[in-house]
């Protein structure tokens, strides 16, 4: 799918976005959410068009045990939450991909759930990927609980007093999510049947959908588990603190693949998100008739505020965001003689090019919150066509001009050097999951993944330079047929808006967290919490409206709420 830009003559001007520059690994590893992130899409939708969520069934003991459905109505047709709460031991309690046992599992559900269905459903979803799942799920997923943040809550709860914000704080969330499977894995409805779907047809919505549901879940048994131990005395979780609690997710290598896999899909994430920022950099700042300066003001206190208060044990995540909160805060001092002589939002974005990735991405994502009338319209062009193909009567200089025209990161690269062929990848025979290796030090890389890219390219290229540059493709194919993948990917995302992500995944300094980052920026992650640089913990809503309000405004970069200033009518102490 094509995407559609503004008919603005200013839009060729704006240039310095290019995908040298956004398909940068470190500039992805930067990203943030913006307004067409799917979590602020699917909300948006929700909002817009009234869908509805009410508890079907309610069925948990005293401990918190048991099953619970909720049922989501849309204009177009109902579905399911149905949720299983297990009681395991601690050492049950794990989040990588291996473990057999969950607090929680659950299922977004197609259709009714009648008796047999129900039946079938408790019997295989707190298996996961060990059950028989009906092909009636449409996301099978499960969660563990943050085992400090939910005592802590209920306890505080259950006394009639709100949880401490600085425990809240640590972590962002109750509920943590380890996998979330949807598109016909292991299954389940495929992804296909939803083409025509009005409620779920965009990538990865029906996922983001349950996670957001269960997240409603995860508020609703704290205050439940708190009445059942306090009884009279307990109150109900702080409004504004709901908001604030998101779901977290914990997510390692898997990732990083599917990016290198689907890279028509990323093409197609990255080209909207530069298209919808495009189309706000070509507004003229002198225009402004609505604040669009004190929004953006606004917006990056918010910001400024948000990377003060996450709290990660990663020392490079802790650095980046220091100085995320000390570029912006001197860019606050000096907003007024940073945006004269701006005549658009462009002049001002490449005024900011100094920063670090980090404050620039910041700054974009805030950038993008001031014109929802033009980037929202962006919001829709999430799925794409991954056909790969070389077309006929292409000699083969036609494909070294693509080559050197949007593969020099790749063409320019020393394979013969050891610090760039580093890192070999794998799938791990017993675990099912992707490794990486040490080329030469660890067995395994004669079950090499096909990640390498870059090698191939580089590889591509020497050979066409040893052909004929007037020699058709399709002859020096059939002479060669290891090229024939290859060759296809360049010349296809060659002409694609911004094709390859241009990282080498053998360098010895690659670094996976560019990968995840950018995935996870695209889902609406926040707080990146990397536990190292393979694997990374984040939170999913946090700061979103809660299901009963939910509203299509910004609600960029989550704040610990002030229980001081009255809201919604509520102050703390009332509710305590």
Known sequence: MEHTLPNNDRLDAVSFRTPDVVMHSERLGAMHQTRISFVRTLLRKIDKEHWTLSKHLWDLDNDGYGQVIYRLQ????VYHLVVFCNQIADEERNDRVIAQKW????????GEIGDELLANLKANVPLQEAGRNSNMVMVLARANKSVRVFDHIVSSLAEGQQPDLDVLAQVGYILRTTA???????GIYDFKPLDHSEDFNQSFRAQMCAVYLIREFSLDW?????QKKGGDKAVSLHPEIKQYLGIGNATGLGMAPYLINHPCVVDQWLSAREGALQAVLVCDIEDDRNNKIQQLSHLMKRAIQHFSEVVTINEPQILLNSTVVDELNKLQNNFTSEIEGCVTWADFLQRQAY???????VITSCLMELYPELVDAFAGQANADETMSLPGGKVVQDLIDVLEARYQWAISIDFEAEDNVYWFWYRSEDKEEPRMGVRGQERGDDKEFLLDIGRQANTLYLALQQADPQQLLSEFILKQPKYRSIARRVWTMGHKKMGDIQINVLQKTALPMHLLRCKLSMFGATKFD????RWVRVTLFQGAPLFAEVHSDEWLFPLLPNLSVPKRGLTHDRIA
Do not use: I
């Not at 607090?103 to 197609?110: G, P, R």
């Not at 704290?222 to 708190?226: E, H, I, T």
């Open 74 to 77: 849309t204009p177009e047709h």
């Open 103 to 110: 607090d929680v599992t659950f299922a977004l559900v197609y």
């Open 180 to 186: 979330v499977y949807g598109n016909g894995k292991f």
């Open 222 to 226: 704290v205050d439940y588990l708190a």
């Open 355 to 361: 920063l670090s990735f980090e404050s620039q991405e």
């Open 530 to 533: 990397p536990r190292s640089d």
